[in-house]
């Protein structure tokens, strides 16, 4: 079974520009989730979605974040425009319905804006 | 408060022995889940074990082993035989019962574990 995808796996932007960031979840989760590692720190969540609707995005800075899933399937990430404290590792994650609902997480997009 | 606190930034283990990973939480929810990652250097989060609020037997997953203690709030990862491939960061994380769907993970800052030869 294929894990959950995320591309592209290293970023490097100038401060104020736009970036997007992308991931395809395990074949049949439901759920998908954005998370933020800042160095030296647990992951935070962004936004979770149940199929293509937003259940949880309290912590998403909806100024300059936007996340959408329009299918239900793969999703997209965007931070227009970025900021230095941006630079971090950007996880996915997905999960399915049945209980304990495990998140399996992708291989991560490390930012650093400069 | 911190939900999950680690308060091992880092611990030293040689090959073969086995060490214990602290994790400790705060929730006022009776439903709740325990959740290990081990983190390598790759960055990718593999998901290690779980453990129930209302399992009453500690969780095992091969090598790994969950000493669950309810009423310390105590949930320690525990690592037999410890071999090379081991060192890694670890993050304990937790996710409360929520009716309205959010299933959030709530990690702590980590434990970066370091197998000695």
């Known amino acids: 079974e294929a894990g959950v995808a995320q591309s592209p796996r290293y970023k490097i932007i100038e401060k104020r520009q736009s970036v997007a960031f992308w991931c395809n979840p395990i074949s049949g989760h439901a759920t998908l989730y954005w998370y933020q590692q800042i160095l030296g720190q647990g992951p935070k969540l962004l936004i979770q979605?149940?199929?293509?609707?937003?259940?949880?995005d309290s912590q998403l800075p909806k100024d300059r974040f936007s996340a959408e899933r329009l299918k239900g399937v793969d999703s997209t990430l965007k931070i227009q425009p970025a900021k230095l404290e941006d630079s971090a590792v950007y996880l996915c994650a997905s999960s399915s319905t049945g209980w304990p609902e495990t998140q399996y997480f992708g291989p991560g997009t490390r930012l650093l804006v400069l | 408060a911190q939900k999950i606190t680690q308060t091992q930034p880092g611990m030293f283990v040689q090959e073969k022995e086995a060490v214990t990973l602290d994790c400790t939480y705060d929730t006022s929810d009776q439903s709740y889940g325990l959740f290990w990652y081990k983190q390598p250097s790759s960055g990718e989060m593999i998901f290690l074990i779980y453990?129930?609020?209302?399992?009453?037997q500690n969780a095992t997953e091969g090598r790994y082993s969950l000493n669950f203690q309810k009423a310390r709030k105590s949930a320690n990862l525990v690592i037999s035989a410890s071999q090379l491939g081991d060192s890694a960061m670890y993050f304990c994380?937790?996710?409360?019962?929520?009716?309205?769907?959010?299933?959030?993970?709530?990690f702590g800052s980590g434990t970066r574990l370091q197998v000695q030869p």
């Open positions: 979605f149940q199929n293509n609707g937003v259940v949880d």
């Open positions: 453990q129930g609020s209302y399992d009453e």
């Open positions: 994380a937790m996710r409360e019962g929520h009716r309205t769907g959010r299933r959030a993970l709530t």
